[in-house]
């Protein structure tokens, strides 16, 4: 079992639509909680991140975790093409350094 | 442009030979790492240097891989004997440290292992 499960999509959606993305993980020693976008043929760039159960909300982006059920969402509100790229969920545990393990991603399309 | 650089971005190679990446991080950032991304697939970890000084090697780096720092800024990471399987995004990232352990991750080298 991957100690992080993401669906890989693709998901499309169409422009100004509300997105949920989620993911699960095992490891109860992540308390990290971050999502990267990555656009085709780019490296990951931060886009929310988070240390605790509860909701995060930064412009139009909310990430939400669950600790006690190991599960992270993240929803995009009103949808725009720009947002076209693949998700990455990544929780981080310490231990001299934050230990990042990435889930595989879930491609995310906006149609206009 | 002060983000962390890789170079080159793309390399095609034949199978037996070696190659060679470069990483600049961030230039007041004390910690680097390398991970390795192949297509569908999110980034892993390969190995992680705080300064000069390499704390952290995954499994994944066979004992073709090597990795440098040698004066705590830049980073090299050298593949011998490339195989078909090294295909993939080869990425950097650094962190500030010191309690800011927010990565930023490069654009990546592209290695095709012909």
């Known amino acids: 079992q991957k100690e992080v499960e993401q669906d890989p999509g693709p998901l499309s959606v169409p422009e100004g639509a509300i997105v949920s993305l989620n993911c699960t993980y095992s490891?109860?020693?992540?308390?990290?909680f971050m999502w990267y976008r990555q656009y085709s043929r780019k490296g990951p760039e931060l886009l929310m991140y988070?240390?605790?159960?509860g909701n995060k909300e930064d412009g139009r982006f909310t990430a939400q975790v669950d600790k006690s059920s190991k599960y992270i969402s993240l929803f995009i509100r009103d949808s725009q093409p720009s947002d076209s790229a693949t998700y990455l969920c990544?929780?981080?545990?310490?231990?001299?350094?934050?230990?990042?393990?990435f889930g595989t991603g879930t491609k995310l399309q906006v149609i206009p | 442009d002060t983000g962390v650089s890789q170079n080159p971005r793309h390399k095609i190679t034949k199978r037996g030979q070696n190659v060679t990446f470069r990483c600049d991080p961030i230039s007041e950032h004390n910690r680097l790492y390398w991970y390795r991304q192949t297509l569908g697939q999110g980034p892993e970890f390969l190995t992680y240097?705080?300064?000069?000084?390499?704390?952290?090697k995954s499994r994944l780096l066979s004992d073709r891989f090597s990795a440098e720092r040698p004066k705590g800024s830049f980073s090299t990471l050298e593949i011998q004997r490339t195989e078909q399987g090294d295909s993939a995004m080869y990425l950097c990232?650094?962190?500030?440290?010191?309690?800011?352990?927010?990565?930023?991750f490069g654009p990546g080298t592209r290695l095709l292992v012909l």
């Open positions: 990544a929780p981080a545990r310490t231990g001299g350094y934050q230990k990042v393990t």
């Open positions: 490891n109860s020693a992540f308390q990290y």
């Open positions: 990232a650094s962190s500030q440290g010191q309690g800011e352990e927010t990565q930023y």
């Open positions: 240097f705080q300064n000069e000084a390499q704390l952290e």
């Open positions: 988070t240390y605790s159960s």
